[in-house]
């Protein structure tokens, strides 16, 4: 409860910045609902002080009035409508890049434990629903009490038994929009399920309409198609039925509420305790009264929607970023490129402890020092720890024993983004941003020249298919790359890099093969990029691996040999026995 | 109007219901009208001090509202039926439809495009035909009828009242043009914003590596920016009409207030008159909104019509002549005739005069550059399309004779890129053959060299894969789609470039394994990479839509300068080891 007293107290806080014009908002709600409560009074009035008193200079008057508070409610209404509009979406706004600017100060670590979907419907559904709790919410609590608190005020200063009937029928409609809100909750929910099931194997087959076609499997979708249509109309009907229970209620009572006015109402007048104004003013009056019931009841549901949403967002907020600077971390300058590994254990599970079961170690008391500018090939088969070792270079992780060192100082003793920066990290399929190839180039350094752009391309070969684009550089690669295939793809991250200048390279060598001419320009492009640096390099290619400096294989998280290709052959050992069984 | 018309066709089948709800509706409107006169009637009694008259009067209230309440019951619980019985129509036959268009018709079209006529378009069009129809008839009546009675009564009075209402239901009909295009590009930039925020989070690796979190951040803001203004500029649409709309009819109140409040005074007009005619005009607001908002809404419809019958009446292209068999027996010859191809007016040619004869049992492989017109050719054996010129024959049926599903159970086409259903992995393998016994599938996964890592996932057979599942290596997806491909057990297979992401060993033992399944079967290789190609025995080589060259490898390897440089010459080059890490460094 305290938590949650918290939480709503930061939404509070979101809205500080605003206070101003919330102030303008809350009188322009406040006169809006006023001047929505005076016509049917006034209506009242002309009947009473303007027809029965016989004084049309009272009526024109009274219609005058009406005809104002109407003039005011539109002026006042556009004013909230605006008002509210722009402070729930700015605080929207601001929330967004709160959330976004705190995804990304997370560790690799939380990306890889998080799905994306999870992470993004953060920043985007998540925060949707608290703004309707936001605008909506707050709006409605505040202008319906004020209503209710107001029609009710003004009933029982005009007569107070007549009153007193009237709110007769209040328990029996919020009995019955508190069952309704009940029930159809849950029956809205599965609509809305249902339809995305609908959507995402509509999805689905588009995208998969090769596979469809090449096994012939059309009918299997249809029928399955056909089920997802019938739940989805099933649980339509149910709404349906509510609906078509709840509305004609409501009508009903407000019906059986005028009835019972006119009938008492209208023997209070014969018995000459009231006049015929009023009783006309209690009828106009009825609706204005049901309406914020009813409204009322259906801000529960918001009310617990957006709680949720807030929940999950605060789920986010409070996860604290896990790799931070050391307070006396420095800025590297420029690195010279010595890696060592002190004892390094590091397992994925984050609570493995020393005396756990040895197979969730990733990796296990690898101690390895690479001097500056040296290649290196890690080898082994899956689950051997070749990623993770090289993860633990770039800090992606931190280790749970021991100490990854570059230039003899521990990762955690420079500032990371400095130190990234003259890392260069290359991917297997390599990951374009939506943007122009030149963008995509000058990723890790902005302020690159054309010409710098250039050249890095040409010096990894890219530019060849470059220059064959129709708008060359300036072409647009489409989300994620999509309009490159994979090997280009690969070689515009590489002259990513290139043009980074890093002093560190850690290269996960790409598998799947590409043709033959963007093949040979990737192999020529890597002699580029491993020259001259420390490189620490996953490879998959006996030709990758026999141009590396030293090769380094990995068995089970452990460092089983390392040596050179010949001298690992002559060993006879473990990266012998791959080898020759590859070779037959 | 024609899309209009056609769209009613749509409510045909039930029109009996509609009908029925618009009777029902109009009944429970006939209520509605009846009882401000009912209150007038008892304003009457009251000025006479006609006390006994009351309860008469107040019973047919609660009479007419308990009888409005089954009515209305009624009507929306039979309207509701007709709305879901369209739009369960539209949707089968939209589906349907797209099922039996051919693969062609998909190439020029954006996933997207189809999928938002699937959704909003038919959401639009049943919308209208279920509830707007009859929003629209019974507003209209409501109007209509209440209209009439206040012109019986007064029709000085009747039409002041009434003159803003034109106003209303143009200002309504405005508000629905103008919002929604307003709410569909905020829509938009939503969709813009996520797409934004999915970049950062799935490329999070290339951001942090590079230390550019600044930069993204930017983007977003701007992204923010964008919908920020979008959502203001719809809540300004929003703040203009709304109030607007409400205060129109007010107008009219008011001035039958002031009109008829003199008219009472002069004695031509009595008090319980006036109090109906002011029930009505508070009564009158909404139905005049919704006039105006049906019509809007019925114009979307018609638009949505239009884009929705654009996809319907494409007539499929792949198709049997009525009464065709289906493909006969055979050992698996296939032969190409002269075949050519050309995917659009405009396209060149992707194949040119190709013929070919390949014996039941052969293994061919296929070589070629981006674009010779590999995947070209053994579409056309999967009958994915039609030949332009010529016939393509599977052991002597020309296949337009006979039904595409019989071809498609004999051939079994594996792409490269290996799509997997949202299904677990036992379905996936299965697809083919859906009443698969779990053995047959291990044997398939087995034979695909799959077996071994499906067994170590959480759920082993059962884990659920694709796009809301686990996601698997590029290795792991061809393995599956391999599995599947042999589970079909296919006359003729054909793998399209399939193997691309497994290292030699795995290919190696996928050899052996289609040594044993695919003896006395035809098979066609894709692939340019040494390792794959040893799985065919002859070689063609291919260029610009045409066969260039045919022979083993070692004949090409040594006489075709070519074909040296399509393949990837070095076996150094061939991967030794292929991580199935799920999590590689990205």
Redesign the interface.
């Known amino acids: 409860m305290n938590d949650r007293r918290r939480k709503i107290l930061w939404v509070l806080g979101l809205l500080r910045p605003y206070r101003t014009r919330i102030f303008w908002m809350l009188l322009a709600v406040i006169a809006s609902t006023a001047s929505a409560l005076a016509?049917p009074w006034l209506?009242g009035k002309?009947?009473d002080s303007?027809?029965?008193a016989?004084d049309?200079t009272a009526?024109?008057w009274?219609?005058i009035a009406?005809?104002f508070a109407?003039?005011v409610?539109?002026?006042t209404?556009?004013?909230q409508?605006?008002l509210v509009?722009?402070v729930g979406?700015?605080v929207l706004?601001d929330l967004?890049?709160q959330v976004?600017?705190h995804?990304?100060?997370m560790s690799?670590g939380f990306?890889?434990r998080n799905r994306?979907g999870t992470?993004?419907s953060r920043?985007?559904n998540d925060i949707?629903a608290l703004n309707q709790l936001i605008s909506d919410g707050i709006v409605t609590l505040f202008a319906n009490m004020l209503t209710l608190i107001g029609v009710v005020a003004i009933l029982i200063a005009l007569d107070v038994r007549l009153a007193l009937i009237t709110m007769s029928v209040l328990p029996l409609l919020v009995i019955t929009s508190l069952l309704f809100r009940r029930f159809s909750a849950g029956a809205f929910r599965r609509t809305r399920e249902r339809?995305a099931a609908?959507?995402?194997h509509?999805?689905?087959?588009?995208?998969?309409?090769?596979?469809?076609?090449?096994?012939?499997?059309?009918p299997?979708?249809?029928n399955r198609?056909?089920e997802l249509?019938?739940l989805?109309?099933d649980a339509?009907?149910s709404t349906?039925?509510l609906?078509?229970?709840y509305?004609?209620?409501t009508?009903?009572l407000?019906?059986?509420g005028?009835?019972?006015i006119?009938?008492f109402?209208?023997?209070q007048?014969?018995e000459g305790n009231i006049m015929?104004g009023v009783?006309?003013t209690f009828?106009?009056y009825l609706?204005l009264f049901f309406d914020p019931i009813q409204q009322l009841a259906q801000l529960y549901a918001t009310y617990q929607q957006g709680m949720a949403a807030l929940d999950k967002i605060f789920g986010l907020l409070d996860t604290e970023a896990d790799i931070v600077d050391a307070p006396d971390a420095v800025d590297p300058g420029e690195l010279q490129g010595r890696i060592t590994f002190e004892d390094v254990s590091f397992s994925y599970d984050l609570e493995a402890d020393a005396d756990s079961l040895s197979d969730r170690w990733a990796i296990r008391h690898i101690d390895l020092e690479i001097p500056e500018g040296e290649t290196v090939a890690l080898?082994?088969?899956?689950?051997a720890g070749?990623?993770t070792l090289?993860?633990l270079v770039?800090r992606?992780h931190d280790p749970q024993e021991g100490r990854v060192l570059i230039d003899g100082r521990p990762l955690y003793g420079w500032q990371?983004?400095?130190l990234?920066?003259q890392?260069?990290?290359v991917?297997?399929?390599g990951?374009l941003?939506?943007g122009t190839i030149a963008e995509n180039v000058a990723?890790?350094r902005?302020e690159a020249t054309d010409e710098e752009i250039a050249s890095a391309a040409a010096a990894v070969g890219a530019d060849q298919f470059i220059d064959r684009l129709p708008d060359g550089i300036e072409t647009e690669v489409g989300?994620?790359g999509i309009q490159l295939s994979s090997g280009q793809r690969q070689l515009v991250a590489f002259a990513?890099v290139i043009l980074?200048r890093p002093r560190v390279l850690?290269l996960?060598e790409a598998?799947?093969?590409v043709?033959?001419?963007t093949?040979r320009t990737i192999?020529n492009a890597l002699e580029r990029l491993l020259h001259g640096r420390t490189a620490i390099v996953?490879a998959?290619?006996?030709?990758t691996?026999?141009r590396a400096d030293r090769i380094i294989v990995l068995d089970h998280g452990e460092i089983a040999e390392t040596g050179s290709h010949d001298e690992l052959i002559a060993a006879d050992g473990l990266y012998a026995r791959?080898?020759s069984?590859?070779v037959n | 109007m024609p899309t209009f018309r056609r769209l009613l066709g749509f409510v045909r089948p039930h029109r009996r219901e509609l009908w029925g709800s618009l009777i029902f509706a109009w009944a429970a409107m006939g209520m509605t009208v009846l009882i401000p006169s009912l209150i007038g009637k008892a304003v009457t009694a009251i000025q006479d001090g006609d006390g006994d008259a009351l309860l008469p009067i107040a019973g047919l209230i609660v009479g007419a509202a308990i009888l409005r309440l089954g009515l209305t019951m009624v009507r929306r619980i039979v309207a509701g039926k007709v709305s879901l019985a369209v739009e369960f129509d539209l949707r089968q036959e939209l589906y349907g439809h797209l099922q039996r268009l051919e693969l062609g018709f998909f190439d020029h079209q954006q996933t997207g495009q189809l999928m938002s006529r699937a959704t909003v378009d038919l959401q639009a069009i049943r919308f209208f035909l279920g509830y707007g129809l009859i929003f629209f008839s019974q507003s209209l009546l409501t109007v209509t009828l209440a209209g009439a009675v206040m012109f019986w009564i007064n029709p000085w009075l009747a039409l002041i009242g009434l003159a803003p209402a034109p106003l209303v239901v143009i200002a309504a009909l405005r508000f629905t043009r103008v919002s929604r295009p307003a709410m569909q590009e905020v829509q938009q930039r939503v969709a813009e914003l996520t797409a934004e925020a999915e970049e950062t989070v799935t490329g999070i690796r290339v951001v942090k590596a590079f230390s550019r979190e600044d930069h993204r951040y930017e983007r977003f803001q701007a992204a923010v920016t964008r919908l920020f203004d979008q959502s203001l500029h719809s809540t300004r649409i929003q703040a203009f009409f709304q109030p607007l709309i409400g205060a129109l009819p007010q107008i009219g109140t008011a001035l039958v207030l002031l009109v008829g409040g003199h008219q009472v005074l002069a004695g031509s007009l009595d008090l319980g008159q006036f109090t109906a005619f002011y029930a009505y005009m508070l009564m009158l607001s909404s139905p005049l909104r919704t006039v105006g908002m049906a019509l809007g809404m019925g114009q979307r419809a018609i638009a949505a019509g239009n884009r929705l019958f654009e996809v319907l009446d494409r007539d499929p292209e792949i198709v049997a002549p009525p009464g065709a068999p289906d493909l006969p027996a055979g050992e698996g010859r296939v032969e190409l005739e002269g075949v050519g191809l050309t995917y659009g007016p405009d396209a060149p040619p992707a194949l040119v005069d190709i013929s070919l004869d390949v014996p039941p049992g052969a293994r061919l492989g296929l070589v070629g550059g981006s674009g010779a017109g590999k995947t070209s050719l053994v579409a056309l054996i999967a009958r994915l399309y039609d030949p332009t010129s010529g016939a393509v024959r599977i052991d002597g049926s020309d296949l337009r004779s006979v039904t595409p599903d019989s071809i498609r159970h004999q051939v079994a086409y594996v792409s490269d890129d290996s799509f997997l259903f949202s299904d677990s992995i036992g379905a996936n393998i299965a697809y083919a053959r859906p009443d698969a016994s779990p053995e047959a599938i291990e044997r398939a996964a087995t034979l695909a060299q799959a077996d071994g890592f499906i067994r170590e996932l959480p759920d082993g057979y059962d884990t659920v894969v694709g796009e809301r599942g686990l996601t698997l290596s590029g290795g792991q997806r061809q393995r599956i789609a391999i599995a599947r491909a042999l589970l079909a057990d296919p006359r003729i297979l054909i793998l399209d470039d399939a193997t691309s992401s497994l290292d030699a060993t795995t290919e190696q033992a996928i050899r052996d394994a289609l040594d044993e399944v695919m003896r006395d079967r035809t098979t066609f290789v894709i692939g340019h990479r040494l390792s794959t190609l040893s799985l065919a025995e002859t070689i063609l080589l291919m260029d610009e839509g045409r066969i260039v060259d045919r022979g083993t490898h070692e004949e090409l390897d040594s006489r075709s300068p070519a074909y040296r440089s399509l393949i990837v010459s070095g076996a150094e080059d061939d991967p030794l080891f292929v991580d199935d890490e799920i999590e590689v460094v990205r």
């Open positions: 016509p209506a002309a009947i303007g027809i029965l016989d049309a009526l024109t009274i219609v009406f005809a109407t003039a409610n539109a002026v209404s556009w004013l409508t605006w509009g722009w979406i700015r706004q967004r890049e976004f600017k995804v990304q100060r690799i990306f890889t994306p992470v993004i920043m985007t949707e339809i609908i959507t995402a509509l999805q689905e087959t588009l995208s998969g309409v090769r596979v469809v076609r090449a096994f012939g499997q059309e299997q979708h249809v198609m056909t249509n019938q989805n109309r339509n009907m349906v039925y609906n078509a229970t509305f004609p209620a009508e009903l407000t019906a059986a005028t009835a019972a006119l009938l109402g209208g023997w007048v014969i015929v009783v006309v009828i106009g609706q080898v082994g088969s899956t689950g070749k990623s090289a993860k770039t992606f990371q983004r400095p990234r920066r890392m260069g990290i991917p297997q399929e990951f941003f939506s990723f890790g902005p989300e994620r990513r980074a850690i996960d598998t799947s093969a043709d033959t001419r093949e192999e996953i998959h290619r006996l030709s691996i026999r791959l080898y069984a590859w």
